[in-house]
Each structure stands twice: as structure tokens, then as C-alpha cells.
């Protein structure tokens, strides 16, 4: 196998499908912002890195979500969320990164800061991304997250919002821990969404012994992409469905090991999903809170998976045939990835 450097791997562009805005706050930006939101900052370098990110293993699901209401409250005015969707589009384009789909929830920043309504934060965000366009040569597009932990009247106004910026927003989304929520009771919500022009991905198959949801995220809600989706490994006819309807899978491989979907990074299923001919896709979900860019997922595959330049370029092939981009705007990035 050509062993591939750090360097070569942020060389290879790159088509990212899954990556929470809200979660993907520089680390030099939270340590600068902190202090003027009010967040008292630990003393030493690693007490700040214990306040707010994570670097290794956490408990389950639930304790990493937790985790992240530390950053939420650095999202506290418009000025900081147009600076963080700039600089989250930034990075990414210089980790190689040519199309790229931010995702966020309203509830989710409009819960940490209450002056700030679903308008002002998607037009903050947006202003931000319209600078990233106009700097740098990249495909930015949002989705829009319901959180499923949420009450259903409150998942209504989202979809509403999401409808009435359909111009702005690619796709709706569900997320958020699956545990005790079952997706069924969203679906006349999606298929609102999906008849006004949305496209649907939803957070599914994340948590162990997810798989069954999988099914129902498909069937019911109209996935098109399944955020995750990996537990379906341990679920031979829920894994056969989603090959024969053809859903491509954002997968994770860092985060998936963070939460512990996994206990390691060796027992992750992504090369195992791929030989089963699963359609797989690689992402990072809250390199934020992750500290990390996607590099370092690739990293991780071609150091414990093997993957070599050509698994990489076969997974951004079917992330980009599986964007939600309009093809007027991919095919403007056809011949710089394929060519």
C-alpha cells in the first residue's frame, strides 16, 4: 500500500456531506470568543480543552451531545455567527474541501441565546457563507436540523422556517439521539418538506442497536442519505435494503469512535460496508468539537483500514453524485474532480 502524509491526504479534494455548522467553531475563535460571552476560561491549556472538546472516547451518545451545549454558548450574537460560518468554510477549503454541506439546528443556538431568532441566525449564517463563495472556489450549501428531542409543535415551526427559506437550504434533516424517539411520528412533516422542494437526510443507525430505524428513517420519512447509518452492519436485512434502494451513507469515523458506536477505531465497519456494497460517504461531523478536519478521518482510514488514493477518490464519488447540490453547480466542479 503507498503510504500517504498528512500532506497528501489534504491535497486530495474532497466532497463533504456531513458537518455540523454549529459544532465546527475554530478552536482559536472559542478560546478568543469565550471570554466575551462570559465563559470563564480553565487555567491551563488542557483544562480549556476539557471545557470544550472531544479528544477521546466518551460514554455514549448522549454524553458527547452534552458536551456540546459547552460551545453553544459561544454562539451568543449575528456578528459571531456570520465569523464562525466564514472561517467553518474556510477550513475546510483549505483541507481540500470543493463542495461542502453545513448543516445546523435552529433550536440549537436559539436555546443558548433567546435574542436570537431562527431569521437572524440563518441570515447571520448565511451572510458568512456568501462571503466564503466570493473567497474562495468552493460548492457551500445548509440543511436544516430538526432535533428530534425536541416537542413536535416545535419541529413544525422549524420545517415551516426550513420551507420558507427553501432558496437557502438544500435539505431537512433529523437529528440528535434516536434513543427513546422513534422517527415515525416526523413523517408528515417530511413529507411536507420533500413536497416543497427538500431534500431529506436523516441522523439514523448512529447508537448501538440503532439499525431498525434505519428502515423507517428510508420508508417513512423519505431518506435519500442516512447520516451514520453504520450499525446496520449487525442487521443483515435492514443492510440488504438500504443496498438494493441504493442510500448512501454519511459516515463518520472518528466521531463514530468518539461516541463509542464503536469501541475502536479497528472494529468500525466502514471498509466491511463497502464490500457488502454499501454506498459510502466520509465526513466529520463536528470537527469543532472534535478538533479535528476531515484529513484526519482519512487519516484514520488509510492508517488502521488500508484505504488507499483510489478508495478515497470512489468515496467522493459517490458523495458527490449523492449531493444535494443542483448538478448545474456540481458539474462546475466535474472536471477538477474527475477530469
Known amino acids: 500500500m503507498e503510504k500517504l502524509y498528512s500532506h497528501n491526504i489534504r491535497d486530495i479534494l474532497k466532497v463533504e456531506l ?18 466575551q460571552v462570559g465563559i470563564p476560561l480553565a487555567k491551563t491549556t488542557q483544562g480549556q480543552k476539557d471545557q470544550f472538546l472531544i479528544t477521546g472516547p466518551m460514554k455514549d451518545l448522549g454524553t458527547v451531545l ?3 451545549l459547552n ?6 450574537s449575528e456578528e459571531i455567527l456570520t465569523r464562525i460560518a466564514f ?9 481540500g474541501v470543493r463542495l461542502l454541506e453545513l448543516r445546523y439546528a435552529p433550536t440549537f443556538i436559539a436555546d443558548g441565546h433567546k435574542s436570537l431568532t431562527y431569521e437572524k441566525i440563518h441570515k447571520s449564517l448565511h451572510k458568512g457563507i456568501e462571503m466564503a463563495r466570493k473567497t474562495y472556489p468552493m460548492a457551500i450549501g445548509l440543511i436544516c436540523i430538526i432535533q428530534r428531542i425536541k416537542p413536535y409543535e416545535v419541529a ?32 408528515p412533516l417530511f413529507q411536507k418538506a420533500k413536497k416543497a422542494g427538500l ?17 423507517d428513517s428510508i420508508e417513512i420519512l423519505g431518506a435519500e442519505r442516512i447520516g451514520h447509518g453504520i450499525q446496520i452492519i449487525n442487521n443483515p436485512d435492514v443492510l440488504n435494503f438500504v443496498r438494493d434502494r441504493k442510500i448512501p451513507l454519511e459516515v463518520c ?15 468500525h465497519p466502514i471498509r466491511k460496508l463497502m464490500e457488502q456494497g454499501i454506498l459510502v460517504t466520509i465526513n466529520s461531523d463536528d470537527p469543532g468539537v472534535f478538533a479535528t478536519q476531515l484529513s484526519d478521518d482519512y487519516e484514520v482510514l488509510h492508517r488502521v483500514h488500508g484505504f488507499s488514493k483510489e478508495d478515497f477518490k470512489r468515496c467522493n464519488q459517490v458523495s ?20
Open 18 to 35: 456531513h458537518r455540523h455548522l454549529d459544532c465546527s467553531v475554530r478552536w482559536s475563535t472559542l478560546i478568543e470568543l469565550a471570554p
Open 66 to 68: 452534552n458536551k456540546f
Open 71 to 76: 460551545a453553544q454558548k459561544v454562539l451568543a
Open 87 to 95: 472561517e467553518a468554510c474556510e477550513d475546510a477549503y483549505n483541507d
Open 156 to 187: 413544525e415551526e422549524v420545517v415551516d422556517f426550513a420551507i420558507d427559506h427553501k432558496d437557502s437550504f438544500l435539505a431537512l434533516d433529523l437529528a440528535d439521539n434516536e434513543e427513546g424517539f422513534d422517527p415515525k411520528i416526523f413523517a
Open 199 to 215: 431534500h431529506i437526510t436523516v441522523h439514523s443507525g448512529e447508537a448501538p442497536n440503532s439499525a431498525t430505524w434505519v428502515r
Open 253 to 267: 469515523p472518528i466521531s463514530n469512535y468518539l461516541t463509542q458506536s464503536f469501541k475502536t477505531y479497528e472494529e
Open 320 to 339: 458527490f453524485d449523492a449531493s444535494f447540490f443542483p448538478e448545474a453547480e456540481k458539474n462546475r466542479f466535474m472536471s477538477e474532480f474527475f477530469g
